[in-house]
């Protein structure tokens, strides 16, 4: 990995994304053999190695995926989510539909919704599927303990309020050893009601209060939009070898895998209850969470992301709800 961090690079409203016009190589993990694979984020920072004007050709119809990084990864770009749904439009005949990638590492669905508000509305999406939910739900428990927050903020937010009134060696050095750090975030479990039921059930509510704004936003602006919630290990069947020792993990927060079971669960009873209550629902809400029931193959390498056959069955899933809306 390079030295620099080339998936969170400072942008205004979406606070992050990939690093513009970056090139770089990692180890494909999809790869036994663990070779080198080389990544190229294009002038705005994401994996887009096409061209993409402002002016949409009038032949052209447009798809755009955001989400993190569970439709970043893929190698090469073809094995993307995104990148594996525009190969079945082709392999079906459909030749003028062109898809592209707006993943980027560690977002969740707040910066999702900035995006499209600030960049992709200026790029005349015809659908905008948004594959999320993992990351709402996830990094609360170790990263930002505000529901809704983005990865790591409360370090940049502690950074910020330092800097202002303590440039100093003193301020860099606390910055550096961390302890203060950890004490803020131990105040803002306490004042969020860190893993308790009210924690929880706020997390999910700013979740779905996000895609709802995106749906409202994507009705003012006249494109489509799918949600489509991502499934994790814990609800496959059956599991492989790998996958159980995966799913046996220890994370950061107890009883983890009861944890999401309760989050997506939630998540799945609230947006069920607002489609079956709007005669022309704002966002065509679609879960994706349980695909690997019967899936007698291993594709996790961790309890989210999952090699490049899982991105084929995935994308393959996701093609059969936008063949028609295209």
Same mark, same amino acid.
């Given at each position: 990995?390079?030295?620099?961090?080339?998936?969170?690079?400072?942008?205004?409203?979406?606070?992050?994304?990939?690093?513009?016009?970056?090139?770089?190589?990692?180890?494909?993990?999809?790869?036994?053999?663990?070779?080198?694979?080389?990544?190229?984020?294009?002038?705005?920072?994401?994996?887009?190695?096409?061209?993409?004007?402002?002016?949409?050709?009038?032949?052209?119809?447009?798809?755009?995926?955001?989400?993190?990084?569970? !439709?970043?990864?893929? =190698?090469?770009?073809?094995?993307?989510?995104?990148?594996?749904?525009?190969?079945?439009?082709?392999?079906?005949?459909?030749?003028?539909?062109?898809?592209? *990638?707006?993943?980027?590492?560690?977002?969740?669905?707040?910066?999702?919704?900035?995006?499209?508000?600030?960049?992709?509305?200026?790029?005349?999406?015809?659908?905008?599927?948004?594959?999320?939910?993992?990351?709402?739900?996830?990094?609360?428990?170790?990263?930002?303990?505000?529901?809704?927050?983005?990865?790591?903020?409360?370090?940049?937010?502690?950074?910020?309020?330092?800097?202002?009134?303590?440039?100093?060696?003193?301020?860099?050095?606390?910055?550096?050893?961390?302890?203060?750090?950890?004490?803020?975030?131990?105040?803002?479990?306490?004042?969020?009601?860190?893993?308790?039921?009210?924690?929880?059930? *706020?997390?999910?509510?700013?979740?779905?209060?996000?895609?709802?704004?995106?749906?409202?936003?994507?009705?003012?602006?006249?494109?489509?939009?799918?949600?489509?919630?991502?499934?994790?290990?814990?609800?496959?069947?059956?599991?492989?070898?790998?996958?159980?020792? !995966?799913?046996?993990?220890?994370?950061?927060?107890?009883?983890?895998?009861?944890?999401?079971?309760?989050?997506?669960?939630?998540?799945?009873?609230?947006?069920?209850?607002?489609?079956?209550?709007?005669?022309?629902?704002?966002?065509?809400?679609?879960?994706?969470?349980?695909?690997?029931?019967?899936?007698?193959?291993?594709? =996790?390498?961790?309890?989210?992301?999952? *090699?490049?056959?899982? *991105?084929?069955?995935?994308?393959?899933?996701?093609?059969?709800?936008?063949?028609?809306?295209?």
């Amino acid at each position: 990995m390079p030295k620099e961090d080339i998936y969170h690079y400072p942008a205004p409203y979406v606070h992050f994304h990939g690093t513009p016009n970056a090139v770089y190589s990692i180890t494909d993990h999809t790869d036994l053999e663990g070779s080198q694979v080389e990544i190229r984020l294009n002038e705005l920072g994401f994996r887009i190695e096409k061209p993409l004007t402002r002016e949409k050709p009038s032949h052209e119809k447009r798809i755009f995926f955001v989400g993190s990084s569970t !439709i970043f990864n893929g =190698y090469p770009l073809e094995k993307t989510i995104p990148g594996q749904v525009e190969q079945i439009f082709r392999q079906a005949g459909i030749d003028n539909v062109q898809v592209y *990638n707006f993943g980027f590492v560690s977002s969740v669905s707040g910066q999702e919704l900035a995006l499209l508000v600030h960049l992709l509305s200026s790029y005349d999406p015809d659908v905008v599927v948004v594959y999320n939910g993992g990351n709402d739900v996830c990094l609360p428990t170790n990263f930002d303990p505000r529901p809704g927050f983005p990865y790591n903020f409360f370090a940049y937010e502690s950074f910020m309020k330092r800097m202002r009134y303590d440039i100093t060696d003193r301020g860099f050095r606390w910055i550096l050893e961390g302890e203060e750090l950890q004490d803020t975030y131990k105040i803002l479990q306490t004042a969020h009601d860190y893993a308790t039921e009210k924690w929880e059930i *706020n997390i999910v509510s700013q979740y779905i209060e996000n895609l709802i704004k995106m749906g409202r936003f994507a009705r003012g602006c006249s494109f489509k939009l799918y949600a489509f919630l991502e499934p994790v290990v814990f609800f496959k069947s059956p599991l492989m070898e790998k996958e159980r020792e !995966i799913s046996t993990t220890v994370y950061d927060i107890p009883d983890f895998h009861h944890y999401l079971h309760r989050q997506y669960q939630r998540i799945r009873l609230m947006l069920e209850f607002l489609q079956k209550n709007e005669e022309n629902p704002l966002v065509k809400f679609i879960d994706l969470s349980m695909i690997f029931q019967g899936y007698h193959q291993s594709v =996790y390498r961790d309890f989210r992301h999952v *090699n490049n056959e899982g *991105n084929r069955f995935i994308a393959e899933n996701i093609f059969n709800y936008l063949r028609n809306s295209i």
